[in-house]
């Protein structure tokens, strides 16, 4: 099985600070790495796929990118909306695997 | 718009059987690879199986033998039947679509919660 490593596991950060979230494969995965938000009480939504394709809909200032088993979600001028845990998710090979999730709280 | 509502589930016992519906609107789930992926209260999001469009499928080692996946062509609805449930498997089951090219999952259902409790 792929172990998904994200780093940090929780980040308090202030309004239109850019914020670096990374997710760290236990073995090399390509470019088969997405990104989801999961606000509380709300199913998770695809941000970014592929490891750096944007979703229609998925505000500009998110970004990916890596490939093989460093990958890098970058959120550039955060807003308050942006308060939620953001989730790593491999593909590359069965079983699926997410990462443990990084917690982002606005001050 | 493509849309997943989940139903079923609910409070049953250790050992006991229940049966997820996912009902998609918006795209046809045969066309489709099809996911359940849980989450423990509290916790991260784990999948939990995949049935492809050929209707192969394909099961997390915690889940396998004991929950099956299948898919009503006739309603568009993709289900998971769960038997030999434990405390362990107590968490919000939600379905997604797989995007085959990437593997990305998108969209995801609103969830259903499965309580698993003596």
């Known amino acids: 099985e792929i172990v998904l490593t994200q780093s940090p596991d929780f980040q308090s950060v202030t309004p239109k600070e850019k914020v670096t979230i990374t997710c760290r494969a236990s073995?090399?995965?390509?470019?088969?790495l997405h990104w989801y938000q999961q606000k509380p009480d709300q199913s998770p939504k695809l941000l970014i796929k592929?490891?750096?394709q944007s979703i229609s809909g998925v505000p500009s200032r998110f970004r990916g990118s890596g490939s093989g088993t460093d990958f890098t979600l970058t959120i550039n001028s955060l807003e308050a909306e942006d308060a939620a845990t953001y989730y790593c998710h491999q593909s590359s090979r069965l079983p699926y695997t997410f990462g443990q999730g990084t917690k982002l709280e606005i001050k | 718009e493509v849309h997943l509502v989940e139903s079923g589930g609910g409070l049953v016992q250790p050992g006991g059987s229940l049966r997820l519906s996912c009902a998609a609107s918006g795209f046809t789930v045969s066309d489709n690879y099809m996911n359940w992926v849980r989450q423990a209260p509290g916790k991260g999001l784990e999948w939990v199986s995949i049935?492809?469009?050929?209707?192969?499928?394909s099961y997390a080692d915690s889940v396998k033998g004991r929950f099956t996946i299948s898919r009503d062509n006739s309603n568009n609805t993709l289900y998971l039947q769960m038997n030999s449930l434990r405390v362990e498997d107590t968490a919000i089951y939600y379905c997604a679509r797989d995007d085959r090219a990437t593997g990305s999952l998108d969209p995801w259902g609103q969830g259903t919660l499965v309580t698993v409790s003596s």
């Open positions: 592929y490891a750096s």
């Open positions: 073995q090399t995965i390509g470019s088969n």
């Open positions: 049935i492809y469009s050929g209707d192969s499928a």
